[in-house]
């Protein structure tokens, strides 16, 4: 039997999951939880194999409760259920060590496939996650590089100067660092603005954050 332990702020939401896995064939319900705090009080004393865990919660919320019930020696997998499919949460999910990300629109019948699954070590996402995450790549990866072909029509000393700038340095400061006069620093500052098409300094971090240099 796959242990499950159901963790959201609903009682209803709750009773109804409950209700949903019981009936499921090799699955039980052996504790239900409203945060992420009793989230960790109920893993030590039922010791579930999977946590069907709520995202924005009192108190501790999912991603922090994932983070620390997957830091243990012996964590139990952990499937995010939630309505939040923003992909900072997404993302987040899966680094605090989420095994799975599903929405609650989710059918019964893929929630049950899903804890199946990954009880099994196989994760799993939503086909709507999924689709998320690969626009999210392929958007960063078209950023990626047109920043980089931005940032390769500027001089070597321009480029410094981009970098210098991504790092929250002054005109003064790029001055000193780079062995110039102030007067030549705003010089490049100005060109880069214009080669480039920017309005303004920050427009350029952030340019420099796109292609990976800061």
């Known amino acids: 039997m796959i242990r499950v332990l159901l963790v959201d702020d609903d009682a209803l939401v709750r009773a109804g999951l409950s209700m949903m896995l019981d009936g ?17 009080t109920a893993t030590d004393a039922h010791a579930p194999d999977i946590v069907l865990m709520d995202l924005r919660m009192p108190r501790v919320d999912g991603i922090t409760a994932t983070r620390r019930l997957r830091a243990r020696t012996h964590p139990p997998e952990v499937i995010m259920l939630t309505t939040f499919d923003a992909d900072e ?14 929405l609650k629109d989710t ?8 804890i199946t699954r990954v009880a099994a070590g196989d994760p799993i ?6 689709r998320r995450l690969m626009e999210r790549t392929v958007t960063q990866a078209g950023a990626y590089e047109r920043a980089r072909a931005a940032l390769a029509i500027l001089t070597p000393r321009e480029h410094e100067v981009a970098l210098a700038i991504a790092q929250g340095r002054t005109n003064a400061d ?12 705003k010089a490049h500052v100005s060109s880069i603005l214009t ?18 240099l800061s």
């Open 125 to 130: 996402l939503s086909p709507r996650i999924t």
């Open 89 to 102: 949460n997404i993302v987040h999910a899966l680094r605090a060590g989420a095994s799975g990300f599903l």
């Open 195 to 212: 080669k480039l098409g920017l309005d303004n300094r920050t427009q350029i971090a952030l340019l420099v954050h796109d292609a990976g």
């Open 24 to 40: 499921a064939a090799g699955i039980t319900v052996v504790a239900e939880a409203a945060d992420g705090q009793e989230a960790i």
């Open 107 to 114: 059918s019964p019948t893929r929630i049950v496939e899903a």
């Open 174 to 185: 790029i001055a000193a660092e780079l062995a110039m006069g102030i007067t030549t620093a």
